[in-house]
C-alpha cells in the first residue's frame, strides 16, 4: 500500500534530480529557520517579561507556528525556500493547512525525543526518498522545487 501510495512522487531512480541533495539541504534549512524562530522568539521572550522564564516554551510554541503556517501557505518554511525545496503529499500536490499541521506536529514530537530524532536523520539519509520518520508516516516527501 505504500508504495502504491507514493507511486504519485517522482520516482527516486528514473528521476534522481529531485531528490539530490535535499537531505543536505533539509538540515542547512533547519539551521536557518532555527536562527529565524530565534529572531523571532528573543524579543517577545523580552517584552513579554513573563516570557523570560517560559523561553523554551515560547521558542517551541512560536516555532510551531512559524513551521505550521509558513508549510501551509508555500509548502515550505522560509529556510526550505532559500535551500530551493519544497514538500508534497503523497499524491505529488503542495501541503493544505491540515497537512501541514500533521507534518508540523509529528516533527514536533520527533524532534522532542533524542532517539526517534536519531533515527529520522539517519532515515532521511539511507532511505530512497530522503525521508524521515514523520514523513513516512504521514506519506511525505521534501524535494527539489522545479526550475
Do not use: C
Not at 49 to 56: E, K, R, S, T
Not at 95 to 112: C, K
Amino acid at each position: 500500500m505504500y508504495s502504491d501510495t507514493m507511486s504519485h512522487l517522482p520516482d527516486p531512480d528514473r528521476q534522481a534530480a529531485f531528490y539530490e541533495g535535499v537531505t543536505v539541504k533539509r538540515g542547512l534549512a533547519w539551521v536557518v529557520d532555527t536562527v529565524l524562530i530565534s529572531l523571532i522568539t528573543l524579543p517577545v521572550a523580552v517584552f513579554s517579561i513573563v516570557g523570560l522564564f517560559m523561553l523554551p516554551l515560547m521558542f517551541l510554541l512560536i516555532g510551531f507556528l512559524y513551521r505550521w503556517m509558513s508549510i501551509a501557505g508555500k509548502s515550505s518554511t522560509p529556510g526550505m525556500r532559500l535551500m530551493n525545496i519544497e514538500f508534497r503529499n503523497a499524491w505529488g500536490a503542495r501541503f493544505d493547512g491540515g497537512e501541514a499541521f500533521l507534518h508540523t506536529l509529528g516533527y514536533t514530537l520527533i524532534a522532542a525525543t533524542v532517539i526517534l530524532q536519531i533515527a529520522s536523520i539517519v532515515l532521511m539519509f539511507v532511505s530512497e526518498r530522503g525521508q524521515g520518520l514523520h514523513d513516512m508516516v504521514l506519506g511525505t516527501v521534501a524535494l527539489n522545487r522545479r526550475a
